[in-house]
């Protein structure tokens, strides 16, 4: 049980170019799931907390107009990473909560996508 | 919310008890620990969570003393594929989005 799926698992693509990340919860709904950014030998960073039915939650520093996400359903996030660039070039990590269940659930995360800006 | 310490990096030998401990000094009342494992180009995977004294699951234990300034993460007879990073998490159960992700310890774990 408890598992987040996440697509694509890795993006190359030319600068300029807008790239969606789907993430998915299948055996559970979710109201609230989370994005990261992870460099390379770092610790997840978390960029925004998308809510069901609402506007996410940015992180201090993180261009909302840069990623845009949408949470339009109790089981899919998307993240949009708009006109990207090199600099965008990263693993970009979601996570999901059972937020229905009466005990404390913890984030049950996706494979991650790795995305490379040419 | 409490920031947690973590050891950079730890070796171990295939069969050995792993004790991995991260610090919460400032941990609140209503926060509680979770760890994660993960593996290179993956996303992290639960371990086992928990609030106080200790808790066991069918892969690892977690102890955390009455002062709950810390935990520990005790995985029994690693082998080689348990090479990984581990994170400790302190989170606000009261307020899920509340939550900090501690910096990982590299388990290295050799034959």
């Known amino acids: 049980g408890a598992v987040v799926s996440q697509h694509p698992s890795r993006v190359i693509c030319k600068s300029g170019t807008s790239v969606k990340i789907e993430c998915r919860s299948l055996d559970f709904q979710a109201t609230t799931m989370f994005w990261y950014r992870q460099f390379p030998k770092k610790s997840l960073m978390l960029m925004a907390t998308s809510n069901e039915g609402s506007k996410a939650t940015y992180e201090q520093g993180v261009e909302k107009d840069k990623f845009l996400i949408n949470h339009a359903s109790l089981t899919l996030s998307t993240l949009t990473v708009t006109s990207a660039h090199p600099e965008d070039s990263s693993f970009y990590i979601c996570s999901a909560r059972d937020t229905r269940r009466a005990s404390l659930q913890p984030q049950h995360f996706g494979d991650g996508t790795r995305l490379s800006i040419l | 919310l409490a920031k947690t310490t973590q050891p950079i990096s730890m070796d171990s030998y295939e069969g050995q008890e792993v004790n991995i401990t991260c610090s919460h000094n400032n941990i609140a009342t209503n926060d509680y620990i979770t760890w994660y494992q993960q593996f290179p180009s993956q996303g992290p995977r639960f371990i086992i969570q928990g609030y106080k004294t200790k808790v066991t699951n069918e892969v690892a234990s977690l102890f955390i003393p009455a002062d709950r300034k810390s935990s520990t993460l005790s995985l029994p007879r690693v082998s080689l594929s348990d090479t990984a990073v581990y994170y400790c998490?302190?989170?606000?159960?009261?307020?899920?989005?509340?939550?900090?992700f501690g910096s990982g310890t590299k388990l290295n774990v050799k034959p």
């Open positions: 998490l302190v989170g606000d159960r009261y307020n899920f989005n509340k939550f900090y």
